[in-house]
Every structure is written in C-alpha cells, then in structure tokens.
C-alpha cells in the first residue's frame, strides 16, 4: 500500500514494514513513477499519442530519450522492426530531417493498405523505406541489409513481436548490422512489469524482451546493457520511466576489426 501523508510517501511492503521518503526525494519518484506506468498501462495511455499526423504508440519520455540518442550518433540509416500506424518511422525521420541526414527502413509482417498509404503519402516518405514480411525471415533480413551501404552508420529498434524467442532472433539477425559504437534497442520490456494487468499472460514474467536481452547477452561479447547518458540534466533523477527497461545494448568498438576480418556484414 502506498500513501501520501504530510508531503512524504508512506510504504508498507507485504511483511507489514512502512517505509517513508520525502516527496521531493528519487525514491519516492521512482515509487510514484512505477504506479504511474502500471496506471497508464491499464488505462492505454500510450494510445494517445500522434507526431506530424501519425499516430505513435509510446511513451512519450521513451521517445524524447530515443531522440537524444539518435542526436548523439548522427546514424545514417534508423532500422524499425514493427510500424503499425507508422508514427515511430515519421519521428526518426523528422529527427533525421533536422540533422540533415539519414533514412529509415521499417519491418513489418503486415502493413496494412490505409497505413502504407498514409506513410507512403507523407512529407517525410522520401526518407522511409517499407519492407513488409516477417523480421527475422532470412529473406527479409537479406533485405535489409541489402539496403544499407558498407560504412554507414545504424542504429537499430525491436519493436514487433515482443516474445522471447523473436526478440532474441531479432537481436541475432540485426545485431549484425549495428554499427560498433551504436545500439541496438530491445522495446517493451515492461511486459514483464505488468503480469497480471489487463490484456497481459502470465507467461510474461519469462517471456518478454528483458529475458531476450538476458540471453542474447550471455551468449554474444560484442554488446553490452549500456543506459545512454542524460545529455542534460539539473535535476536528482537518473534513471529513465520508461515502458524499455533493460533495453539499450551497446556494440563494443572493438567489433570494427572483427566485422571486416570476415568480409564485412554487408553483401
């Protein structure tokens, strides 16, 4: 149970303890923040989003730190695995846009007639290129990579089929094509957060992109969980709030060698 009493945030966990923080603290930050996230998962807060006339289905602070990131390494191509209504690819094209550089490829199993027309009509389409078919098929993968050009620099965002086994072969297939130095982004891994919430399974406590990540990285050295750095930041809070816990793996720089000793990861 949690409450607030005399500007201080009580807690009392399962074993009848009370803890207390001020309400100007991080901690009573973090505790508020996460109620608040499981709130806004029940309520579909993230369904409420547009940018540039697409609608955009996340969290807004997840997308204003994705946009730090993508400032910071200046990538000459953004992959996105998953579009749905294509707001996502409109956002990393328009940051792109203002840097003055870069495209977007997106992936999806299915792009539906009305949501390909609405991107493929949009200002920024010159710079989105759409590949419909199953992220982690071999062809559509062969694909992709076929579209990026041997030193450009890529950044890469899991956003489909959130389930263990198709993150993991996502990260598999395109953590490939990260470039050293760059990321590869692994979305929602709140799932394992919400267990129990509405339109959650139980199986969500394992299988969830977090564990994908967990796997990928016991079995791959070339990455590691790197959090971004807050480019700015005046204030007591470090941490993100976030639906993309465990989400950031960071290709080593010492990957170049490697790559080009095989012949490059591109065809």
């Known amino acids: 149970m949690i409450t607030i009493v005399d500007d201080k945030v009580m807690v009392t966990d399962e074993q009848g303890n009370t803890q207390s923080f001020g309400i100007g603290t991080p901690e009573a930050f973090q505790i508020i923040s996460n109620v608040w996230l499981r709130s806004g998962w029940d309520t579909k807060y993230v369904y409420s989003f547009s940018w540039l006339g697409r609608p955009v289905i996340q969290l807004p ?37 203002a840097i003055g550089k870069g495209r977007v490829i997106g992936i999806d ?52 089929n959130h389930e263990c086994d198709h993150v993991l072969a996502e990260l598999e297939a395109y953590g490939q094509l990260v470039t050293p130095g760059s990321y590869i982004v692994a979305c929602d891994g709140i799932m394992q957060e919400v267990v129990g919430a509405p339109r959650t399974s139980p199986d969500w406590k394992y299988n969830n992109p977090q564990q994908a990540v967990r796997i ?34 960071k290709k080593n720089t010492s990957s170049v060698e490697k790559q080009w000793e095989v012949g490059g990861i591109f065809p």
């Open 109 to 160: 199993i299915e792009i539906r007639p009305h949501n390909r027309a609405a991107i493929e009509e949009h200002r920024l389409a010159p710079m989105i290129h759409l590949v419909e078919g199953s992220s982690i098929d071999a062809d559509v993968v062969a694909q992709v990579r076929s579209l990026v050009v041997a030193g450009e620099k890529v950044l890469v965002i899991l956003d489909s």
């Open 216 to 249: 990928f990285l016991e079995q791959n050295q070339e990455f590691e969980l790197v959090e971004p750095d807050f480019p700015f930041n005046e204030g007591m809070i470090m941490e993100r709030v976030t639906y993309w816990p465990n989400a950031y793996l």
């Open 61 to 97: 602070e997840d997308m204003i730190r994705i946009q730090e990131l993508i400032y910071e390494l200046k990538p000459d191509v953004v992959i996105e695995t998953g579009i749905a209504h294509g707001g996502s690819l409109v956002y990393y094209a328009s940051i792109l846009n």
